[in-house]
């Protein structure tokens, strides 16, 4: 019968056998740790290293174009782009009696906006598009 204990191998044999061989394995010892070498003091920074990006003063603005007649998707994707939250400020109302919430915007198309085609607002801002199942 052959085994191993607590990392050593050990075997056992019965009368009449020959002894068998016994092998012992250790792990190697680990290597000496070399000196590390000296890390240079880091430089100063200068006072330019340290500036900031410098904050807009005015929040990004777009005009926006006319979406009746396009896909509600394509027009969520093109607010999105310029940097409308999908989730926080795009929402989607029906103008159909029997579909009455959207859920699949690539499934309606835009029939309004909340703001007037060619207005210019703030990104970020709210923006309401009344959709229909119905292809213009």
């Known amino acids: 019968m052959v085994g191993c204990f607590g990392g050593l191998m050990v075997g056992v044999a019965g009368s ?3 002894a068998p061989q016994v092998t012992v394995t ?3 010892a680990p ?3 070399t000196p590390k070498a000296e890390i240079p003091p880091k430089a100063q920074a200068s006072p330019e290293d340290s500036k900031l990006p410098e904050v807009e003063s005015k929040p990004k603005t777009v005009k926006l174009p006319d979406f009746a007649g396009q896909n509600a998707a394509v027009a ?3 607010l999105v782009d310029r940097g409308w ?3 926080e400020d795009i929402e989607f ?5 029997l579909d009455t919430f959207v859920v699949l915007p690539q499934n309606w198309w835009v029939t309004d906006q909340s703001h007037k085609p060619g207005s210019t607002v703030k990104v970020g ?12």
Not at 125 to 136: A, D, E
């Open 125 to 136: 801002t709210k923006i309401v598009l009344t959709c229909s199942k119905k292809r213009p």
């Open 76 to 78: 969520q994707d093109w």
């Open 85 to 87: 939250d999908r989730a």
């Open 31 to 33: 290597a000496p740790s």
């Open 16 to 18: 009449g056998d020959p």
């Open 93 to 97: 109302g029906s103008s159909d009696t």
């Open 26 to 28: 250790q792990a190697a």
